[in-house]
């Protein structure tokens, strides 16, 4: 599952729980937590997502995907800025990820460096039972949400210690950045 806390390890945990408590501060409190991805209507029958099946699992109905969508949970989501941030662990850095990236529409605005991702996974290419099906749904969610007008912002977890002292100021220049379209492709 997308946000899985049962596979977290302690640090990511640790990490996640920094980051939501930034994000309430940062939003002034508003900011939903654990919001479901299917809340947002999804359209799951998009033809940028269609290619990235194609190339990852071309066995998958529409029924399966619905499913997938009813799995997903951001990791904080604020409405007014339509703005939602989703913490990636080491795992899905696989090759399964990089493929999904690499077959993202061109053009499309994400609140992470598409490019970046890719060197991830080629240096990290974490072994993960479930990395196809964690792959579909990470470019489910970043296309459906591009499509919708809501920026994603993606937060990996060996990029910055989320529990030190100048957190809030990591965090208000991630997202100024992201805002100036500064770090994504």
Known sequence: MENSTFL?????????????????????????????????????????????????????????????????????????????????????????????????PSGIFCGFSIDEWIKKCELIDHDFPAATKNAILSSMFDICMAEKGILVIRIAEDDFDWTSDHAMERLDELIETIRKREICQ
């Open 8 to 104: 977290a390890s302690d640090y990511e945990k640790e990490q996640i729980d920094a980051i939501k408590k930034l994000l309430r501060v940062y939003f002034s409190g508003d900011i939903e937590f654990s919001k479901k991805f299917s809340s947002v209507k999804p359209n799951l029958d998009n033809e940028n997502l269609k290619v990235i099946l194609q190339k990852l699992d071309d066995k998958l109905t529409r029924d399966d995907l619905i499913g997938y969508a009813n799995e997903i949970n951001m990791t904080a989501y604020n409405e007014e800025s339509k703005v939602c941030f989703m913490y990636d662990g080491n795992r899905k850095f696989t090759k399964e990820r990089k493929i999904a990236l690499e077959n993202y």
